[in-house]
């Protein structure tokens, strides 16, 4: 049996804004919305990102991930530590 990864979770203490903002980077689109959080993907794809609430406040330590897209920087949204990438030719 074949296993794949179908999800990646990223906690995040405002999950709408950093799932709307990811969903406009990569040209996609919240496909789930609930008491956890928000998910985006291609409708129907094999593949979500899903933004989890959770109520810790700002974290304190450096991002252990780092999604990277070609294109033009872009300020992180929640003012982190990283760069979020907005792409300059589109998806």
Known sequence: ???RIVS???????AE???????????WQVVDRGNYGVSIGVDGGPFEIDFRFVPD????AKNRLHLD???????????GDHHSIIPSWGV
Do not use: R, Y
Request: aromatic content about 6%; overall charge negative.
């Open 57 to 60: 406040g700002p974290k304190l």
């Open 17 to 27: 804004l950093l799932a709307q903002f990811w969903a406009e980077v990569l040209g």
């Open 69 to 79: 897209h070609p294109g033009h920087l872009a300020a992180d949204p929640l003012g």
């Open 8 to 14: 990646l979770v990223i906690d995040a203490t405002d």
């Open 1 to 3: 049996m074949e296993n």
